[in-house]
């Protein structure tokens, strides 16, 4: 693509040099990975600034540099306000504005995100049509799995990838979309068809400081959901009415609305909600008609996920037998309340609950069914909101008998000292620490009796542990095995 071309449309920009004969093959926001004839964007991140890496650029096949100051270099320097910003606009031009060309469901939310994305694209699958999807495991485009570093890419990662479902005929792509890439503007110029909202509560505080800025991040997915009309079908943002944030996200968006809810009337509504020992059943009450639905998910909070799921899908056109028929057979997400079965006579589940609303969520949902005594196996990550820190030890404490913690990714911080946050003020004591995860998990496992439920909480479907900066092998299911045997 001409270079010219390529940034005529960057709302702030100046350039001195001449691009008119630069004909760009590539978009590359790490100078390791240049090919020849690529343009290189300088971001300054978290570990460095990439403007540092503008000469070793040139000399590996940068013939256009995109930077926030002026640059010694050999070849022409671009110069934005904000390079970040820029490379959104960019790579969404370089690709051809490929979400234009797909339908698009956003999914945002503290918690569901992962369970609802992927209860939308086993329906549309159901439905016969192909699909995508991005989020915190991985990113599957058309039944081919892809690996991913983070749950919403970069906006360089992101575009490409949705240029590739537009090549492989994709119809629709469903993505996580975490308040991380909102402010950070990873999705910026993605065309949404449908938003939906899971909930809000306390995570990421060592990010975004205050709830107030974390619903704000939130708010922009709805915010951002634009007036294009594509595949000749209005745009829709999908709010959970039951949590206490609906009326300010209702307020944010331009587009219809469709709700969902419990306790609240709501375009798809759950009547006679019934927990059971072996998955949820209620009546989905729908601007169609009712329909019955028999789910092998468990909990409450899969009751919300499963109507979060069926309204984005009726919004996206899909007939209301089809999606029926997926919620009564999705058999819901590896590491999410993922039961472990090795001829024990007591219950192991293994769960990516990571925050205290989470866990109480899941612990509660134990406690409603289980005879014996709970023992929770948790700890808390390094590197991230030490607020919820306390919290969720007091949630351990308050719901399980016992509660074992321990380390869950602990980064750059000590294990200890990640632990003394999670006990300060605690007023239980019906607790122990074991820092050694595997060393925790055989201790549950080892006192356990008949009838008790070992909960598994934190790293879900991860199969690493994350120790300074080493991602040493780490599996919570591999591990309960071994000491189940
Ligand atoms: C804090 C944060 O968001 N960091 C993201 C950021 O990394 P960074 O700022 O450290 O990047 P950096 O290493 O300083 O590099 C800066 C620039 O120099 C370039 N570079 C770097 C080195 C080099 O030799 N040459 C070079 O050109 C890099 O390619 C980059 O363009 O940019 C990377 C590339 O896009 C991201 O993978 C990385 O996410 C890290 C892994 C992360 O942990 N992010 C978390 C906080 C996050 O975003 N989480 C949310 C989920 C939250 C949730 O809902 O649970 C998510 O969406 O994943
Ligand atoms: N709707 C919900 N409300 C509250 N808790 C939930 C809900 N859905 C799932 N959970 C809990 O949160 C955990 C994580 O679920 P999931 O992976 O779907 O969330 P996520 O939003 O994708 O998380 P992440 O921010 O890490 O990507 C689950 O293991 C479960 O404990
Ligand atoms: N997306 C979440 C995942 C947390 C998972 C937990 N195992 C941890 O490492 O804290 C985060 O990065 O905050
Ligand atoms: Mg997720």
């Given at each position: 693509?001409?270079?010219?071309?390529?940034?005529?449309?960057?709302?702030?920009?100046?350039?001195?040099?001449?691009?008119?004969?630069?004909?760009?093959?590539?978009?590359?926001?790490?100078?390791?990975?240049?090919?020849?004839?690529?343009?290189?964007?300088?971001?300054?991140?978290?570990?460095?600034?990439?403007?540092?890496?503008?000469?070793?650029?040139?000399?590996?096949?940068?013939?256009?540099?995109?930077?926030?100051?002026?640059?010694?270099?050999?070849?022409?320097?671009?110069?934005?306000?904000?390079?970040?910003?820029?490379?959104?606009?960019?790579?969404?031009?370089?690709?051809?504005?490929?979400?234009?060309?797909?339908?698009?469901?956003?999914?945002?939310?503290?918690?569901?995100?992962?369970?609802?994305?992927?209860?939308?694209?086993?329906?549309?699958?159901?439905?016969?049509?192909?699909?995508?999807?991005?989020?915190?495991?991985?990113?599957?485009?058309?039944?081919?799995?892809?690996?991913?570093?983070?749950?919403?890419?970069?906006?360089?990662?992101?575009?490409?990838?949705?240029?590739?479902?537009?090549?492989?005929?994709?119809?629709?792509?469903?993505?996580?979309?975490?308040?991380?890439?909102?402010?950070?503007?990873?999705?910026?110029?993605?065309?949404?068809?449908?938003a939906?909202f899971?909930?809000?509560?306390?995570?990421?505080?060592?990010?975004?400081?205050?709830?107030?800025?974390?619903?704000?991040?939130?708010?922009?997915?709805f915010?951002?959901?634009?007036?294009?009309?594509?595949?000749?079908?209005?745009?829709y943002a999908v709010i959970?009415q039951?949590?206490?944030?609906a009326?300010?996200l209702n307020r944010?968006t331009?587009q219809p609305v469709l709700t969902?809810?419990?306790?609240?009337?709501?375009s798809?509504?759950?009547?006679?909600?019934?927990?059971?020992?072996?998955?949820?059943?209620?009546?989905?009450?729908?601007?169609?008609?009712?329909?019955?639905?028999?789910?092998?998910?468990?909990?409450?909070?899969?009751?919300?996920?499963?109507?979060?799921?069926?309204?984005?899908?009726?919004a996206?056109?899909?007939?209301?037998?089809?999606?029926?028929?997926?919620?009564?057979?999705?058999?819901?997400?590896?590491?999410?309340?993922?039961?472990?079965?090795?001829?024990?006579?007591?219950?192991?589940?293994?769960?990516?609950?990571?925050?205290?609303?989470?866990?109480?969520?899941?612990?509660?949902?134990?406690?409603?069914?289980?005879?014996?005594?709970?023992?929770?196996?948790?700890?808390?990550?390094?590197?991230?909101?030490?607020?919820?820190?306390?919290?969720?030890?007091?949630?351990?404490?308050?719901?399980?008998?016992?509660?074992?913690?321990?380390?869950?990714?602990?980064?750059?911080?000590?294990?200890?000292?990640?632990?003394?946050?999670?006990?300060?003020?605690?007023?239980?004591?019906?607790?122990?620490?074991?820092?050694?995860?595997?060393?925790?998990?055989?201790?549950?496992?080892?006192?356990?009796?008949?009838?008790?439920?070992?909960?598994?909480?934190?790293?879900?479907?991860?199969?690493?542990?994350?120790?300074?900066?080493?991602?040493?092998?780490?599996?919570?299911?591999?591990?309960?095995?071994?000491?189940?045997?």
């Amino acid at each position: 693509m001409n270079a010219k071309e390529l940034i005529k449309n960057l709302p702030d920009y100046q350039c001195q040099q001449n691009l008119d004969m630069l004909n760009i093959k590539h978009i590359e926001m790490d100078h390791r990975l240049l090919k020849e004839n690529s343009l290189f964007v300088c971001i300054k991140g978290y570990t460095v600034d990439g403007h540092q890496f503008a000469e070793a650029a040139v000399e590996n096949g940068a013939t256009v540099i995109v930077a926030e100051k002026e640059l010694d270099v050999s070849v022409p320097v671009v110069i934005v306000p904000d390079t970040s910003r820029a490379l959104a606009h960019l790579a969404n031009n370089f690709y051809d504005h490929p979400s234009s060309k797909l339908k698009v469901i956003g999914v945002t939310g503290t918690n569901g995100k992962t369970s609802v994305t992927n209860i939308i694209d086993e329906i549309h699958h159901y439905a016969k049509q192909k699909t995508a999807i991005i989020g915190t495991i991985q990113m599957v485009i058309d039944g081919e799995s892809h690996p991913v570093k983070n749950t919403t890419p970069d906006s360089l990662f992101l575009q490409k990838n949705l240029h590739q479902m537009v090549e492989k005929k994709i119809d629709v792509a469903t993505m996580e979309v975490s308040s991380h890439a909102l402010d950070l503007g990873r999705v910026h110029g993605v065309d949404f068809d449908i938003a939906v909202f899971t909930n809000l509560s306390q995570d990421h505080l060592d990010y975004h400081q205050t709830m107030e800025n974390y619903l704000f991040a939130k708010s922009l997915l709805f915010s951002q959901l634009g007036n294009t009309l594509k595949h000749e079908r209005p745009k829709y943002a999908v709010i959970n009415q039951d949590d206490e944030h609906a009326e300010f996200l209702n307020r944010v968006t331009a587009q219809p609305v469709l709700t969902y809810g419990v306790q609240n009337k709501a375009s798809f509504q759950a009547v006679n909600v019934e927990l059971m020992a072996n998955g949820v059943s209620f009546i989905m009450k729908t601007p169609k008609g009712n329909v019955p639905i028999k789910s092998k998910l468990m909990g409450m909070f899969s009751v919300y996920n499963l109507l979060a799921a069926a309204t984005a899908a009726y919004a996206s056109g899909i007939e209301l037998d089809i999606i029926q028929h997926v919620l009564n057979n999705t058999t819901g997400v590896k590491g999410r309340f993922q039961p472990v079965e090795h001829k024990q006579d007591f219950g192991v589940i293994i769960d990516y609950a990571h925050t205290p609303d989470s866990l109480e969520n899941v612990l509660s949902t134990i406690k409603r069914f289980c005879a014996g005594n709970i023992r929770v196996v948790v700890g808390c990550g390094g590197d991230r909101d030490r607020r919820k820190r306390p919290l969720m030890a007091e949630v351990a404490c308050q719901y399980a008998d016992q509660a074992i913690f321990t380390s869950d990714n602990p980064r750059s911080e000590s294990s200890q000292a990640i632990i003394d946050d999670m006990v300060e003020g605690l007023k239980h004591n019906n607790y122990q620490t074991i820092l050694d995860r595997e060393e925790a998990i055989k201790q549950a496992i080892e006192q356990a009796n008949d009838k008790d439920v070992v909960l598994i909480a934190g790293k879900g479907h991860e199969t690493y542990q994350i120790v300074g900066d080493k991602v040493l092998d780490f599996d919570d299911e591999q591990v309960a095995i071994k000491y189940l045997n």
